[in-house]
């Protein structure tokens, strides 16, 4: 079935730091991809989504790509602010319309001035 | 921007009683979801819903779980006899027919004491 690897935190940064979450996946076809955010004490924001290989995803200066032959969707951010911490999480979609969501474990991402 | 609307925001309840969960998915979306996530671990798939029924549910979806669309806007979880381990946010989620992105409510966070 499909599966979301993502890497562990907690992850600590000073701000304006480079940020890289990586996330792999395994699933059968072509799935879409996906990063949500949770921010402390709400729900899920989507971030961004890229729903065929090699596209790009942004959203508030954080990027991912679709990278087919690696199978990942890492997240990236050239800057990062105290705001940007929060739980990332990232998560596939394939088959059916009505298909469900599978969700990586997040990462704790905490950006500290 | 159309939201996904959950209530109650917060729910404290005793071992044993029943519970609902109430949504109101984004007008005009067709497939309706709920997720939940027990604090500090991944968000997990439990049923989606498509016309007027359960289209997938996940193992964790048992005899005590049930969803019901009852009119036009409404989209309801039932936990027939709480358990401990039902405390957990619970998040609802709706799609619309044309697109692939899963929109997700704040969540309803459940207590089972």
């Known amino acids: 079935g499909n599966s979301v690897t993502q890497m562990e935190g907690p992850v600590t940064l000073s701000e304006e730091a480079f940020l890289t979450i990586n996330c792999t996946y395994t699933?059968?076809?072509?799935?879409?991809l996906f990063w949500y955010v949770q921010y402390p004490g709400e729900g899920l924001q989507l971030l961004l989504k890229a729903t065929k290989a090699d596209d790009k995803g942004s959203n508030k200066g954080f990027e991912a790509t679709y990278r087919k032959e690696t199978t990942s969707f890492h997240l990236e951010k050239g800057s990062v602010q105290v705001s940007d911490s929060a739980v990332y999480f990232c998560?596939?979609?394939?088959?059916?319309?009505?298909?469900?969501?599978?969700f990586g474990d997040g990462t704790t991402l905490t950006v500290k001035p | 921007e159309p939201e996904v609307t959950q209530t109650p925001s917060h729910q404290v309840t005793q071992m044993g009683q029943e519970v609902i969960l109430r949504c109101v998915p984004i007008s005009n979306h067709l497939y309706f979801y709920w997720y939940r996530q027990i604090l500090g671990q991944k968000v997990e798939f439990l049923v989606s819903?498509?016309?007027?029924?359960?289209?997938?549910k996940s193992e964790i979806f048992d005899d005590q779980f049930s969803v019901e669309r009852p009119d036009g806007s409404n989209f309801t979880l039932k936990i027939r006899s709480t358990k401990l381990e039902d405390s957990a946010m619970y998040f609802c989620?709706?799609?619309?027919?044309?697109?692939?992105?899963?929109?997700f409510g704040e969540g309803s966070w459940l207590t089972v004491v």
């Open positions: 998560a596939l979609r394939g088959g059916t319309n009505a298909g469900k969501s599978t």
């Open positions: 989620a709706s799609m619309g027919d044309a697109g692939n992105t899963i929109y």
């Open positions: 699933a059968t076809g072509y799935p879409s």
């Open positions: 819903f498509y016309n007027n029924e359960i289209s997938e």
